[in-house]
T-cell receptor, first 114, second 111 residues
Framework: DAGVIQSPRHEVTEMGQEVTLRCKPI?????LFWYRQTMMRGLELLIYFNNNVPIDDSGMPEDRFSAKMPNASFSTLKIQPSEPRDSAVYFCASSSQDYSNEQFFGPGTRLTVL | GENVEQHPSTLSVQEGDSAVIKCTYS??????FPWYKQELGKGPQLIIDIRSNVGEKKDQRIAVTLNKTAKHFSLHITETQPEDSAVYFCAARSGGGKLIFGQGTELSVKP
């Protein structure tokens, strides 16, 4: 298996633009997690899906952030409009059960908002 | 909610020495404690985990200990090698099910 796939790996955009990050979880995994990593705040869980349904989105910073999982093999995290403080590395992870089992992380998307 | 504190933030050891990273947690209901290794430009990767019904777990050069009474757990790496250099994160799964991560320890193993 190729592991969790994320795209793009790097994104540079200007403040106010829309940004869409993409994730393909490991085949057969039914849980998907979006994390944000910054020096100041470390690794933070943004949202968690189970069987394509959002279960916990309490970590989503504000209404500018939205996430979807239209099917078991694809998820998006969208920021609209983007702001410089959104600059971070965004990770997608998947696991075969809810929070119980190991989470496999993707390589991340490094987002820079100018 | 759960809060995880990790120390030290940086650790430098000579090749062959041991390295110890310590974490404390606040939620007594937490029952799962994984450790992740993150290499530069990559996502975190699970290296070992321990559940609350076990006090110690070992996998080759890596071991983790858990003290539920004191609410702390530690990662021990013996016979360190340069390829052990990375950022290590502890985490605790709170009663609500989320993984709460520590701030990370940057380990440097000098040849």
């Amino acid at each position: 298996d190729a592991g969790v796939i994320q795209s793009p790996r790097h994104e540079v955009t200007e403040m106010g633009q829309e940004v869409t990050l993409r994730c393909k979880p490991i085949s057969g995994h039914n849980s998907l997690f979006w994390y944000r990593q910054t020096m100041m705040r470390g690794l933070e869980l943004l949202i968690y899906f189970n069987n394509n349904v959002p279960i916990d989105d309490s970590g989503m910073p504000e209404d500018r952030f939205s996430a979807k999982m239209p099917n078991a093999s694809f998820s998006t995290l969208k920021i609209q409009p983007s702001e410089p403080r959104d600059s971070a590395v965004y990770f997608c992870a998947s696991s075969s059960q809810d929070y119980s089992n190991e989470q496999f992380f993707g390589p991340g998307t490094r987002l820079t908002v100018l | 909610g759960e809060n995880v504190e990790q120390h030290p933030s940086t650790l430098s050891v000579q090749e062959g020495d041991s390295a110890v990273i310590k974490c404390t947690y606040s939620d007594s209901a937490s029952n799962y404690f994984p450790w992740y290794k993150q290499e530069l430009g990559k996502g975190p990767q699970l290296i070992i985990d321990i559940r609350s019904n076990v006090g110690e777990k070992k996998d080759q050069r890596i071991a983790v200990t858990l003290n539920k009474t004191a609410k702390h757990f530690s990662l021990h790496i013996t016979e360190t090698q340069p390829e052990d250099s990375a950022v290590y994160f502890c985490a605790a799964r709170s009663g609500g099910g989320k993984l709460i991560f520590g701030q990370g320890t940057e380990l440097s193993v000098k040849p």
